[in-house]
């Protein structure tokens, strides 16, 4: 008899359409895999919806808070529901930008400078020599990313703004120039890198990432052997320290201009990456022979608890 598999997607974190999206890929691929597979829009009563269901593996397709922290990950753990990606502690651990660099840190990543602190701080004044990035220590997809330019005169006063949702403490880390590179980790080995181009935008900021055309992938990224070696490296042993399982995602940043510093910095590991037409790994898959029905069917393979 197949697995039957409930694909949980949605949610109700500000990456909810993304995680729609990938949710209705994945679930699409496992049907035409031969799975038997529920959509599962999460919302608060996911403990009883499962009880009711009581699949033989989750699929999470969720992104952001709740979905990708390590709580929803706690949840089947006590339900004893095998489930995809990486487990609670990883979870948890890698959504918090701050403990997972000082983690990262530890096992010989480098990692870019940071601050942390209150964000209305940041209105009053620069904490960080222009220029730097203001980030909320634990969302994903860019929400709430501002990027202050070297030379700029007053620090972001959107920080102020009584709507500002993101919460009262920011991380504010040192710019790091440079191409912007990601690589894919699935079980223990890494994946091809690619070299992300944003078209049009500052930055690979949410519509870079989701909106077709928003970015262009160089994949293989066009990278000395050393380079892109030391980069697939990284990545493993960002996702080996991070505890993570499963399939994850290392973003990087490369200075390699003339008068550049040389250095890959390690900017963050996601263990939820995204699963949509776009997405960046399963392109990585693709490219070294793994179909996208082939990934997610592994995924599901590889679920467990205890992770």
């Given at each position: ?15 909810r359409p993304v995680s729609l999206n990938s949710g209705k890929a994945c679930a699409d691929a496992l049907e035409a895999r031969g799975y038997r597979v529920t959509r ?178 160089v994949l293989p990224a066009d990278l000395s052997p050393f380079i892109y070696q030391n980069i697939q490296t990284l990545a493993l042993e960002a996702h080996r320290s ?66």
């Amino acid at each position: 008899m197949a697995k039957h598999v409930a694909v949980l997607m949605g949610g109700w974190s500000s990456e909810r359409p993304v995680s729609l999206n990938s949710g209705k890929a994945c679930a699409d691929a496992l049907e035409a895999r031969g799975y038997r597979v529920t959509r599962v829009d999460v919302d608060r009563t996911v403990a009883a919806v499962l009880e009711e269901l009581r699949p033989d593996v989750c699929f999470n397709a969720l992104h952001g808070i709740y979905g990708e922290d390590g709580t929803v990950q706690g949840i089947l753990e006590v339900m004893d529901i095998p489930y995809t990606h990486s487990g609670v502690l990883a979870s948890a651990l890698a959504m918090n930008k701050p403990k997972a660099k000082h983690v990262m840190r530890a096992a010989g990543i480098p990692v870019a400078e940071h601050k942390l602190v209150h964000r209305l701080e940041v209105v009053n004044g620069h904490v960080l020599e222009p220029p730097y990035v203001v980030k909320p220590p634990a969302e994903g997809s860019s929400f709430g990313v501002i990027i202050v330019a070297a030379g700029a005169a007053h620090p972001p006063q959107e920080l102020g703004r009584p709507d500002w949702r993101f919460g009262d403490t920011v991380m504010v880390e040192k710019y790091v120039p440079g191409r912007e590179l990601t690589c894919g980790v699935m079980g223990d080995r890494a994946l091809d890198v690619i070299e992300v181009l944003p078209q049009g935008e500052a930055f690979y900021d949410y519509d870079a990432k989701y909106r077709p055309g928003g970015s262009k992938h160089v994949l293989p990224a066009d990278l000395s052997p050393f380079i892109y070696q030391n980069i697939q490296t990284l990545a493993l042993e960002a996702h080996r320290s991070l505890g993570c399982r499963g399939v994850s995602r290392a973003d990087f940043r490369f200075d390699d201009k003339g008068d550049g510093t040389g250095q890959i910095i390690c900017l963050e590991v996601n263990t939820q990456p995204g699963m949509t037409a776009t997405s960046l790994v399963p392109e990585m898959a693709a490219h070294a022979g793994i179909g996208f029905g082939e990934l997610v069917s592994w995924m599901v393979e590889d679920a467990s608890c205890r992770r």
